[in-house]
């Protein structure tokens, strides 16, 4: 099945290359992209530097990376992960990879107009719990999904996340708790953003280990996923409605 999954990829982005690039150059794109999205499916973060600059030498666009390399390299990493043939540390190595590569293209995607972002998505870990991995986890998913991310840090207050909503306009606000004695919080922050009159512009979501579906229903929370790759796809729904 991996294997399937890994051909569609490949297939899906010769398509692209075969539509877009001049044939005398489609080879050198294609090997270096497809370097990129082994490096980053390997977790080969140390790699990245050097790959990322070989490609923009070669003339491969920014935006193009990002797309057609690092975000499909994320997707079949989230995507082995969820069936469970990708552990955790596979996952930081890969999610590390693509942060290596990020730091090395936003300077230049920040100059680029043909980049269109799906949404803003603000992101915190809520107040009282200082957990970050499967925050930022879900920030590398999610920018790998084209989405802007305003990352608030851990140990949130409740005013911070008005603060941002005011500020940044997201269509998504995303609350992450890994501690059971902190869940109680997350009602608390909903609260927060109801008072201030911003409840009806935003979709909520939540994640960590103790959150559960039953848990997002009972406060009216709209997206809950399992894991990062998860919410990443979720987040896309939300916009795309």
């Known amino acids: 099945m991996e294997s399937i999954k890994s051909s569609i990829n490949s297939n899906i982005l010769k398509e692209v290359i ?32 050097r790959l990322v600059k070989e490609a923009i030498d070669g003339g491969i666009a920014a935006r193009d990376i990002t797309n057609k390399a690092l975000s499909p390299a994320m997707i079949e990493v989230g995507d082995k992960f969820g069936a469970g043939t990708l ?9 590390k990879a693509m942060q290596v590569a990020m730091a090395e293209l936003k300077p ?7 980049i269109i972002e799906k949404g803003t998505l603000v992101i915190g870990t809520v107040k009282g719990d200082l957990h970050d991995i499967g925050k930022n986890l879900v920030i590398t ?14 140990d949130v207050d409740y005013s911070a996340f008005v603060e941002a909503i005011k500020k940044n306009s997201p ?3 995303a609350f992450s708790g890994l501690l059971t004695t902190t869940l109680a919080n997350i009602p608390e922050h909903i609260r927060a953003i109801e008072e201030a009159g911003l409840r009806d512009s935003v ?10 579906r039953d848990f997002a229903d009972r406060y009216g929370i709209e997206v809950y996923a399992d894991d990062a790759s998860a919410a990443a796809k979720e987040f896309i ?3 795309e409605k």
């Open 18 to 49: 075969e539509i877009f690039i001049p044939r005398e150059r489609r080879l050198d794109i294609m090997d270096l992209l497809d370097d990129i999205y082994k490096a980053t499916a390997a977790g080969s973060y140390k790699e990245m530097p």
């Open 141 to 154: 998913m999610a920018e790998g999904q084209g989405f802007k991310v305003i990352d608030l840090g851990i």
């Open 108 to 114: 230049l995607l920040k100059g680029d107009t043909d």
């Open 87 to 95: 552990y955790m540390p596979d996952m930081l190595l890969s999610a």
């Open 237 to 239: 729904k939300v916009v």
């Open 171 to 173: 269509q998504i606000v």
């Open 203 to 212: 979709a909520i979501a939540v994640g960590g280990a103790p959150v559960t």
